[in-house]
């Protein structure tokens, strides 16, 4: 960081500029990370509702692809840059306003994920055994969200509805043996639970063809690898009609022939090759679910494309055919979730932006999945937070160039009310988890309750006080 040349004017040693970053995930720790390489004066105030950091890097990605979480390396020293400040266990829009963080901060930007899912429409969608794919990745993760889930194993078929990563990686750990699992960071709930698994044929179903699936082809290819697992896709699923092949000459469209390749390989697959099957359904939709008291069936819709290439859509036959299942997770895409006093688009379920700046006043900014929507990967994000910054940046002569007093008045407002924990707190639980891993053979293992984070953090700050 270099400081201004005039010490009152914004962003200078003496007026530095105060940014609160709601959310910690990818990118937020993007965001804050591209206001300490600016050339001016920052201090930033990232705020999680969660008493710990990182997003879906912690409560996100796979158990068995530590590799992915390494990012989190790079967060831990932008935490530890001078002029950060961690305060968890805050919600916005309930601890404190958005015109609060307005008042004590220049700039403010939502970095805070598209937290819920979106919905199938159907009838009985919400019967026993119906799940999103969000509670199951965050059951196995240690969410503290999804703590309390439970999930009916006992079934020996699972219908997965989409065709993207997160489809892949509930199918992968469905599939995976226990003994692969165990010396992962999972947790350990969730692995005693899959222990007791009786699953064996996964459905996972797309409305469109090979050619438009959404996986990235070296999670896809996975999934063809794992031990005792068979993947099984239809001939007929993979005769393409001319856009679709049309696509797949695109050069820029290298993931999705990948895929196809991929998936022409199993085609000669036999269902009788293993113990646990991963059955491909292209151009298909589900129309109804059933069941008596929980869910026992599905009843799927087959399509037709039509459209250019890149611009096609299933259209239902109105052909249709039940496929028994006893557990179901749908996995179709993400949405922001509103806030008070922020501009939100409901169609497309995030802040409405442009260039990442919200509404025409300066000083509310977004970032990430709550900007774009659900796309990319991990790393996409950066790119993304830093554009958000540079609108920040060029609106710099155009926000209230008055000191703010940032994080100090915070922690005024929020006294008396919720325990804030700093970064050197999330540092006491990550020993912590680490030590309990150390036990079992693991990385570590999550604390899953907040309770029990707040109480270890807790300790810790009574013991300062005291001594």
């Known amino acids: 960081m270099s400081s201004g040349t005039d010490a009152g004017s914004l962003g200078s040693a003496g007026n530095p500029l105060r940014v609160a970053i709601v959310g910690s995930g990818p990118s937020g720790f993007y965001a804050a ?7 001016v004066t920052v201090r930033v105030d990232m705020i999680e509702r969660l008493p710990v950091p990182f997003g879906l890097v912690r409560h996100g990605v796979a158990p068995d692809h530590p590799r992915l979480k390494q990012p989190v390396l790079v967060y831990d020293k932008i935490a ?18 958005v015109p609060q963080l307005q008042a004590t ?3 403010v930007i939502f970095a805070c994920g598209a937290e819920s899912d979106r919905r199938l429409g159907l009838p009985n969608e919400d019967l026993p055994g119906s799940h999103t794919a969000t509670e199951f990745v965050g059951w196995y ?17 699972a219908v997965i509805i989409g065709q993207g990563n997160v489809a892949v990686d509930v199918a992968r750990i469905l599939c995976k043996s226990v003994d692969e699992l165990r010396t992962t960071d999972i947790a350990e709930h ?3 639970a899959l222990a007791a698994s009786r699953i064996r044929d996964i459905h996972i179903i797309g409305r469109r063809g090979p050619a ?4 990235t082809f070296k999670e896809l290819r996975e999934l063809g690898e794992l031990p005792g697992c068979v993947t099984l896709v239809s001939r007929s699923d993979l005769d393409l009609q001319p856009a679709c092949v049309a696509e797949l000459d695109d050069r820029n469209n290298f993931n999705a022939a990948k895929n196809v390749e991929i998936l022409r390989s199993w085609a000669t697959h036999s269902a009788t090759m293993a113990d646990k ?6 151009q298909q939709s589900p129309v109804a679910m059933a069941g008596t008291g929980r869910l026992e069936r599905i009843t799927l819709e087959r399509n037709c494309l039509t459209g250019p290439p890149f611009g096609q859509s299933a259209k239902g036959t109105g052909a249709t055919f039940d496929l028994g299942c006893g557990l179901l997770f749908r996995s179709i895409g993400y949405r922001g979730l509103p806030l008070p006093g922020v501009p939100f688009d409901s169609l497309k379920g995030v ?19 709550i900007k774009r929507g659900p796309s990319g990967i991990i790393g996409t994000n950066r790119a993304d937070a830093v554009a958000t910054v540079q609108s920040l940046l060029a609106d710099l002569p155009l926000l209230d160039a008055r000191p703010k007093p940032g994080a100090e008045s915070l922690h005024a407002a929020l006294a008396g009310g919720s325990q804030v924990l700093a970064y050197d707190d999330w540092r006491r639980i990550d020993a912590e988890e680490q030590r309990l891993g150390l036990v079992l053979g693991k990385p570590r293992e999550k604390m899953t309750r907040v309770r029990d984070m707040l109480a270890l953090a807790g300790s810790k700050q009574e013991s300062c006080h005291d001594g």
Not at 141 to 157: I, K, M, Q, T, V
Not at 212 to 215: E, K, V
Not at 277 to 282: E, G, S
Request: hydrophobic share 40%; aromatic share 16%; charged share 20%.
């Open 33 to 39: 990370e591209a206001l300490f390489k600016s050339p």
């Open 80 to 97: 530890r840059s001078p002029g950060f400040t961690f305060l968890g266990n805050v919600t916005v829009g309930r601890d404190i306003s």
């Open 105 to 107: 901060h220049h700039a």
């Open 141 to 157: 993760n240690a969410h503290p969200d999804y703590r309390e889930r439970s999930f009916d194993l006992g079934a020996e078929a």
């Open 190 to 192: 969730a692995l005693n």
């Open 212 to 215: 438009q699936a959404s996986f």
């Open 277 to 282: 099957r991963i059955w491909f359904h292209f």
């Open 351 to 369: 802040f409405s932006n442009t260039a990442g700046r919200i509404g025409d006043k300066p000083g509310l900014y977004a970032a990430g999945w």
